[in-house]
Each structure stands twice: as structure tokens, then as C-alpha cells.
């Protein structure tokens, strides 16, 4: 049995592969909380202002 805590190093790689490592017998899913998700566009955004503010524009939200 694979498992996230004893095949930590190969765990990742392995979920999106599991045609390839055989058969599947049983899946556990992880179940994440609820949350919302809010997009905003903006349009008429200069190129000088998100070369000026890049990092800040990208590290505010959370899956930038």
C-alpha cells in the first residue's frame, strides 16, 4: 500500500501515475474544508504598473 507518510519522497509522483503502477484497489481521499473563491479582472492594467508591482500582485492571492 502506498501511503503520503511511509512514501513521502515518491508519494507525489506516483498520484498522477497510477495507471502506471498498477492497479488500483482503494483510494482515501483527503477532504479539504470549504472555503470561497473570489476572482477580480482588471482590465485597463497598465504594463508599467504590474512590471512596477509584480511580486506583490502575485503573492496576493492564493493560488496566483
Known amino acids: 500500500?502506498?501511503?503520503?507518510?511511509d512514501d513521502g519522497k515518491i508519494f507525489?509522483?506516483?498520484v498522477v501515475n497510477l495507471g502506471a503502477?498498477?492497479?488500483v484497489t482503494r483510494v482515501t481521499l483527503k477532504?479539504?474544508?470549504?472555503?470561497?473563491v473570489r476572482?477580480?479582472?482588471?482590465?485597463?492594467l497598465r504594463l508599467e504598473q504590474l512590471k512596477d508591482?509584480?511580486?506583490?500582485i502575485m503573492s496576493a492571492g492564493y493560488s496566483v
Do not use: S
Not at 1 to 5: E, G, W
Open 1 to 5: 500500500m502506498l501511503t503520503r507518510k
Open 21 to 23: 503502477i498498477g492497479v
Open 12 to 14: 507525489p509522483g506516483a
Open 39 to 44: 476572482q477580480d479582472v482588471y482590465t485597463n
Open 31 to 36: 477532504i479539504e474544508p470549504t472555503f470561497e
Open 53 to 56: 508591482h509584480f511580486a506583490k
